[in-house]
């Protein structure tokens, strides 16, 4: 599929990745076998609290069955976490133990117990269903704050608490000061709702150990192979990194959820060596819901202080993060450094304190997901800001325009440790008016009414912090590793490219953009370039694609590799036409003398790098082939106002979304059909989130929404036609003024949504509905309001 | 899976003597639910005994009656013109189960012999007083759905034929849950010469049930706002993470409201 | 036992075990990997395939129901390098990212088109309930639908 045009920065060049998987020539790791494979089934744990014992004796026996390890057969190191949270009183955070099979006690349906790895995985299955397992049940803990007196008892025993950590951020005596003397204090308590991330790809991987050689290699569904070596390596298995090979081929979504380093992974290579065959695991979607890390699942108590014009004085919150039974790889950051921190949005309000316990509960563990606490502060701030509104008999629109940081006002700096580099609200605010007609909702209100039905208007006019880096940065708020990027480009001696990164496409389209970089930079066709990601054999490192940071970061990488393609190719021209490198220009793809009709291609200069007849070997070696790292100065800051229209039939509290429109600033755009496939889907998820999904236990610690029979997963005719648009301010900090675009539809939109159901209820006294809006919710709503009047 | 043998007999007799030939066979239809049920090793069987080759698919159309083989697909029915001619609420009803693909697969006699409390099929069979006809006799709609799950279906017994009397005028109108897309609450409304009778699915303790409340207003006055202050009572109805009893009892009236419109 | 079934166009005859799902059949035994499983209780949709004219999902059969089938997958409907109208349609309007559920989805809405030349947009929407999507807020995808609607019905 031959692309026409330009192929550079701006242009909707389509997608080079999109052949192969149209014609199902994908390669996901559960399409991939290898020679003497094993399957293995996991058995897992159906109880959410107990001391357990099994008998697999006769499961050992039985049909095909390779073995069968239990936890006390695999002595490794502990799954650990990458971010360590301290307490406000300087202790760290408490880390329990998380071995990859429970040895003695189970903590959460789903936990891993027996590993069956047997011929097929009929057999394995079969198998499992032969061990005898005997639970001494424990009482469960699900609610936080049941959980937060440790009258229950305790998740883990050894860590006497089960508070993870008691953190806290920002002035409290200012904000304490400030609320004591407003005019207006507004308060809220939200829930954000438990998701499920599902990504369409459930989790496989393949351990694969190879004796001769004593090489393991690791096919995986991961976001970042690198950041799994390292975990799974270095903290489980022992394993150093030149014996240890991690393939994420074709990653089918990930969300975040394929982030973390998981337990099946360290067992399938682990295994792979203790049968010296290749062992492979792939994840049952029922298996999914319970094995995979969910997401959000805070509840927070907000204050917002206001002075007699609406402006906003003081932010308080506080709020308990679940963190399910064990800490996932970067669970600890996700309620403190990639929540609080975000409490200032797009507002001016000069005294924010915030306040965090993450509470260890008998549940699936709780990490990032699309998003990944910037979603959580998001809602809380719109949805206060909302009620503030109401409150005051200060319209939507004004409360906020009252409230923006102004555009000259960047570098922002806000009371809870982020500056902003640049950003207007207004800005997007005003397109996003435009855009979803917002002149002509009292006559579709209207109309609405002559049917019988309720309809509403919900803004959320939000910021984000992504492009998740610099490594100093959050070396000092406790992460345990760096977060820049490394790229690799390399000419090939005709003038092709091959880039190598180390951030990860699972559906962003980074072969795409990224060689739009290239063409843009080098001055060739992006078919002349191939992206190359996923294999840390391949790639000389790599920190991987998460909070919307493959551009920001790893393009960013690619383009400082570029600069030192070009420098090379500079000089190496000036060599051959017998010029000062100084006086070399780029046009085009040309290197050319300035001044003069003298020039050379990228494809004669790189010809004459690998074929080095004539060249200036004093001072350069041969070859075209550069490597850069890049670690960012700040995080980066899209912004951007979500407006949410929905028509309610007051009869069933039936919630349809009307209208959805975005107006996002996330820097430059290098590919716009791909930003805007990008903020559908954030806005789906989102959107999901606000009427739809939720992960819902019973008291004994079942998933009740176990499967798609429960869990409601949007579907097409959930939405209408998404009205996207972006305005641009550059990011001051990185040579392209990228922000990044994967997270911002998810961040935004869920407190639009529910501003909008509660302006269609509020002619009838309602102020808050929780999510996910259901219908039944929806309809209580609507009675209590009408029992109460 | 657990292992099983398969068989596909070419009559319904052969297909009786086959499943009357192992203690633990099952029959196969569409084999929408029974197929996931066995992957999931939620049930089992020793042999499947398909009925697709027993020549159970087809539709038949009277002045009066309607005969639908038991294996007719759910888009066989919604897109027969002589059902969305005499009967159209029975080729609505068929055009929303599931979705496109399961209903080219799934089937009249599967859905009712499997009777899940959210099916759509039963509320059609129960208010239109269908005729379930099997290899061994023919079973009134009232006595053939016997509670969740549960049918008067003898081991062995296989169904042959649906017969629904063409009525007056017949609707359905469906809540699905947003999850599975079930119903959370189905109405069938039906008008007879002797009455009105409704059915409901989804929303029974006991699966499909007759709306009497609504039966005994409609009978009395069958006009447009004859149902708005009706309360339909909570017992036996069922209460889940989807939806309350409370609010099932209200999206009943809400979609016989809403159905009412097609009988008037 | 035994079956014989053509798939994309070549007879096949394989000996199976009659509790293989057809997508294991298609996947493992045929290595026919753009058929995908996304779920287990057949509400994705990604496993979708074309059996004897309908559009079905190969999760929910088993490979012995389809004995003496025609059935083609998704690396069955391009001619040569030419893509289908749906195919091209999903790559011109950006209607697929991580790409897992897109064979399931081109084969599902191949059939909704074909049995519905005029589809509306409502009707895309709705039609698409067996198929989900975690990337695409089915935006695009929708768009996709309707052009190829227009290429395949002109």
Redesign the interface.
């Known amino acids: 599929?031959p692309d026409g045009g330009s192929t550079g920065i701006g242009a909707s060049v389509?997608?080079k990745?999109?052949?192969?998987?149209?014609?199902?020539?994908?390669?996901?790791t559960?399409?991939i076998n290898r020679p003497n494979q094993t399957y293995t089934y996991m058995l897992r744990s159906s109880s959410a609290h107990a001391k357990f014992s099994l008998d697999i004796t006769k499961a050992s026996e039985a049909d095909g069955v390779v073995k069968i390890f239990v936890g006390t057969d695999m002595d490794v190191g502990s799954i650990p976490c990458g971010w360590q949270v301290d307490s406000k009183d300087g202790t760290p955070m408490r880390e329990p133990a998380h071995p990859p099979i429970a040895k003695d006690k189970v903590r959460y349906v789903g936990e891993i117990i027996a590993v069956i790895i047997a011929e097929t995985l009929?057999d394995a299955k079969n198998a499992a269903e032969l061990i005898d397992v005997n639970y001494e049940d424990i009482p469960v803990i699900i609610d936080m704050q049941e959980a937060l007196n440790n009258a229950n008892g305790l998740v883990h025993d050894e860590i006497e608490s089960n508070v993870c950590y008691d953190w806290e951020i920002g002035d409290s005596e200012a904000v304490d000061k400030a609320i004591s003397e407003a005019a207006h204090i507004t308060t809220l308590d939200v829930r954000n709702n438990r998701l499920i991330p599902?990504?369409?790809?459930?989790r496989s991987a393949i351990g694969d150990y190879e004796h001769s050689t004593g090489q393991y290699t690791l096919y995986t569904t991961s976001q970042n192979p690198h950041v799994i070596r390292l975990l799974m390596g270095a903290f489980v298995l022992g394993l150093p990194e030149h014996k240890l090979r991690v393939i994420a081929p074709?990653?089918?979504?990930g969300?975040g959820s394929k982030i973390f380093h998981y337990a099946e992974e360290s067992i399938v290579t682990w295994a792979s060596n203790q049968i010296r065959r290749p062992v492979k695991w792939t994840s049952?979607?029922?298996e999914a819901f319970i094995s995979d890390a969910h997401g959000r699942d805070h509840v927070t108590s907000v204050k917002l202080a206001l002075d007699k014009d609406g402006k906003f004085l003081a932010l308080k919150v506080d709020t308990l993060a679940n963190m399910g039974a064990y800490l996932s790889t970067f669970a600890s950051s996700v309620p403190t450094y990639l929540y609080a921190t975000l409490l200032a949005g797009t507002y001016t309000t000069p005294a924010i304190h915030c306040n965090v316990k993450s509470i260890f509960t008998n549940t699936v563990p709780v990490d990032a997901y699309r998003g990944a606490g910037r979603p959580e502060a998001t809602y809380l701030i719109e949805r206060i800001v909302d009620k503030a509104a109401r409150e005051m008999g200060i319209s939507q629109v004004d409360i906020r325009r009252k409230n923006f940081i102004p555009v000259d006002a960047f570098p922002y700096q806000t009371p809870v440790a982020l500056q902003y580099d640049s950003g207007n609200y207004n800005a997007t605010l005003d397109a996003a008016l435009k855009k979803a007609d917002y002149d002509g909702f009292e006559a579709r209100k209207a109309a609405s009414a002559k049917k019988g039905m309720l309809r509403g208007i919900g803004f959320s006019t939000y910021l984000e912090a992504c492009g998740i880096a610099p490594s100093a940065v959050v070396g000092s708020l406790g992460a345990r590793a760096g977060l820049f990027e490394c790229a690799e480009v390399r000419v090939h001696p005709t003038g092709s490219v091959t880039v190598f990164t180390g951030s990860h496409s699972?559906?962003?389209?980074h072969e795409t953009t990224f060689a739009q970089l290239v063409s843009e930079k080098l001055g060739i066709s992006t078919d002349m370039v191939e992206i190359s990601h996923g294999d840390t054999n391949n790639i000389p490192f790599g920190m991987g694609t998460y909070g919307s940071r493959s551009l920001a970061v790893g393009g960013e990488a690619i383009v400082k590799a570029m600069d030192k393609v070009i420098a090379k190719a500079k000089k190496i021209a000036a060599h051959i036409m017998e010029a000062s490198a100084d006086d070399i220009e780029l046009n085009n793809g040309n290197f050319e003398i300035a001044g003069t009709d003298k020039s050379m291609s990228l494809a004669d200069i790189s010809l004459a790098a690998y074929v080095p007849h004539n060249y200036p070997h004093e001072e350069l070696e041969p070859g075209l082939d550069e490597k850069a790292f890049y670690d960012p100065l700040n995080f980066t800051y899209p912004g951007g106002c979500h407006i949410c229209e929905v028509e309610i039939n007051p009869n069933t509290g039936e919630v349809k979304v009307e209208g959805m429109t975005a107006v996002d600033d996330v820097g430059k755009v290098i590919n716009p059909?791909?930003v805007?496939?990008q903020i559908?889907?954030?806005?789906?998820?989102g959107i999901g989130q606000a009427l739809l999904e939720n992960a819902a236990y019973d008291s004994n610690g079942q998933l009740l929404s176990g499967?798609?029979?429960d869990y409601a997963?949007?579907?097409?005719?959930n939405?209408v036609?998404?009205k996207v648009g972006n305005e641009v301010t550059l990011c001051t900090h990185n040579s392209l003024g990228v922000k990044g675009c994967g997270e911002v539809?998810a961040i935004g939109s869920p407190p639009a949504v529910i501003n909008a159901v509660v302006d269609a209820l509020s002619e009838l006294g309602v102020d808050d509905i929780s999510m996910p809006a259901t219908s039944e919710k929806v309809w209580s709503a609507i009675n209590n309001a009408k029992n109460k009047n | 899976?657990?292992?099983?043998?398969?068989s596909?007999p070419s009559s319904v007799n052969d297909a009786v003597a086959e499943i009357k030939k192992s203690s633990d066979a099952k029959f196969?239809a569409g084999?929408?639910t029974m197929?996931?049920t066995?992957?999931?090793r939620l049930s089992s069987a020793d042999m499947?005994v398909?009925l697709?080759g027993s020549n159970l698919s087809y539709i038949s159309v009277s002045s009066s009656e309607i005969s639908i083989g038991s294996m007719t697909r759910h888009?066989d029915v919604a897109s027969s013109s002589d059902i969305k001619g005499s009967l159209p609420a029975l080729a609505k009803l068929a055009g929303g189960i599931?979705?496109?693909?399961?209903r080219?697969?799934g089937t009249i006699g599967g859905s009712l012999a499997n009777n899940d409390p959210a099916a759509c099929y039963p509320s059609a069979v129960l208010a239109l007083g269908a005729t379930v006809v099997t290899n061994e006799r023919s079973l009134k709609a009232d006595d053939f759905f016997e509670g969740m799950f549960e049918t008067a279906l003898n081991e062995d017994e296989v169904i042959t034929e649906v017969k629904f009397s063409i009525p007056e005028k017949a609707t359905y109108i469906k809540f699905p849950n947003p999850a599975?897309?079930y119903a959370m609450v189905g109405v069938f409304m039906v008008k007879k010469s002797d009455g009105i009778s409704v059915a409901v699915t989804g929303a029974g303790e006991n699966g499909v049930f007759r709306c009497e409340e609504i039966e005994n207003v409609l009978n009395l006055n069958l006009a447009l706002d004859a149902l708005n202050n009706i309360q339909i009572s909570h017992d036996d109805l069922t209460s889940d993470m989807h939806a309350s009893a409370a609010y099932r009892a209200n999206l009943i009236r809400e979609m016989a409201k809403q159905g009412l419109k097609d009988l008037i | 036992?035994e079956i014989s079934v053509k798939i994309n166009g070549k007879d096949i005859k394989a000996d199976i075990?009659?509790?293989t799902?057809l997508s294991t059949f298609i996947?493992e035994h045929l290595n026919?990997?753009?058929?995908?499983?996304?779920?287990?209780?057949?509400?994705?949709?990604?496993c979708?395939i074309h059996?004897n004219g309908?559009?079905?999902?190969s999760?929910?059969?088993?490979a012995?129901?389809a004995?003496g089938s025609e059935i083609t997958?998704?690396?069955g409907i391009?001619s040569g390098d030419k893509?289908h109208p749906m195919?091209q349609a999903?790559?011109?309007n950006?209607g697929?990212?991580?790409?897992?559920?897109?064979?399931g989805m081109?084969m599902?809405s191949i059939?909704?088109v074909e049995?519905n030349p005029n589809i509306s947009?409502?009707e895309?929407?709705?039609?698409?309930?067996?198929?989900?999507?975690?990337?695409?807020?089915?935006?695009?995808?929708?768009k996709s639908i309707k052009q190829a609607a227009s290429v395949m019905g002109g």
């Open positions: 599929m389509k997608r990745e999109d052949y192969r998987f149209l014609v199902g020539q994908g390669n996901y559960d399409d009929e599902n990504a369409m790809e459930t074709d990653v089918g979504g969300f049952d979607r029922s699972h559906g962003q389209g059909m791909i805007e496939g559908h889907g954030g806005l789906a998820q499967s798609y029979m997963m949007p579907r097409a005719d939405f036609d998404f539809g | 899976m657990y292992d099983l043998q398969y596909k196969l084999g929408m197929i996931p066995l992957k999931a499947l398909d697709k888009c599931g979705d496109h693909m399961v080219s697969c599975s897309r | 036992m075990k009659p509790n799902l996947r026919l990997t753009g058929t995908h499983i996304g779920c287990d209780t057949s509400q994705c949709g990604a979708a059996l309908d559009a079905v999902k999760c929910a059969i088993l012995a129901q004995d997958t998704i690396e391009a893509l195919q999903f790559h011109e950006h697929l990212q991580c790409g897992y559920c897109t064979p081109v599902s059939k909704l049995n947009e409502d895309i929407r709705k039609g698409l309930e067996g198929n989900i999507c975690r990337c695409t807020g089915y935006h695009n995808i929708v």
